[in-house]
């Protein structure tokens, strides 16, 4: 079966620290990879997405960049953190149209 | 472009007490609806998914959604709701020209009180 990790599962950074949240996939290839960030009470806000090796869609323009080095890995960075970018991010993969898999998902707080 | 209308920010109910959350969405092109859940401080969980066929989806813990071409909706409806069932919900859709994204609502907080 598929099972999609997430580490670390929380941080705290200071502004202006860089940022580096992986997420990896195991039982499944060539999978649609996506990064999602959740601020406090409110909904999901699609960041990146993936739909193979070094291939990487922006949908928010930031300071936060994603990369995906190998199949199963998708890699969140960022060289220097604001505030802002303080909440819950999710990773998730998922097979063209159909539904998505979630991972546990990172808390970073930015202070 | 496809949109996802999520009606209701919070919804307070008893325990036992029937409960309905609503969506509406938006789309030019055939479409995929999903209703995922979260419990806090977790990733989502797909709680049912509309892909084709019966317009009528259920979930291994009671909930259901219909599927309503004509009005655009795909509301979550569960008859007896349960203190454990306190959570977010999401609805989302997906569709055949928009890529490989899907769209989510703002989400519901559903909160059972007893």
């Known amino acids: 079966s598929q099972t999609i990790h997430q580490w670390p599962a929380t941080l705290v950074q200071p502004v202006g620290s860089p940022l580096s949240l992986e997420c990896t996939v195991e039982?499944?290839?060539?999978?649609?990879l996506y990064w999602y960030r959740q601020a406090a009470g409110r909904g999901l806000q699609l960041l990146f997405y993936s739909v193979g090796i070094g291939q990487i869609s922006s949908e928010v323009p930031q300071n936060l960049s994603a990369s995906r080095p190998q199949d199963r890995q998708f890699i969140l960075s960022s060289k220097k953190l604001l505030l802002s970018d303080s909440g819950f991010y999710l990773c998730?993969?998922?097979?063209?149209?159909?539904?998505?898999?979630f991972g546990p998902g990172t808390r970073l707080t930015v202070t | 472009a496809q949109s996802v209308t999520q009606l209701d920010s919070q919804v307070p109910v008893f325990e036992e007490a029937p409960v309905e959350l609503r969506c509406n969405y938006s789309s030019s092109v055939s479409v995929y609806l999903f209703w995922y859940v979260q419990y806090p401080n977790q990733g989502l969980q797909l709680l049912l998914k509309y892909l084709s066929g019966s317009t009528l989806v259920e979930s291994i813990n009671g909930f259901e959604a219909e599927f309503n071409k004509s009005q655009t909706s795909f509301h979550l409806r569960k008859p007896s709701v349960h203190i454990s069932d306190t959570a977010e919900y999401f609805c989302a859709v997906s569709g055949d020209t928009g890529g490989f994204k899907t769209i989510f609502g703002a989400g519901t907080r559903l909160f059972v009180k007893a």
């Open positions: 998730a993969w998922g097979d063209r149209v159909y539904e998505q898999y």
């Open positions: 039982g499944t290839s060539n999978p649609n």
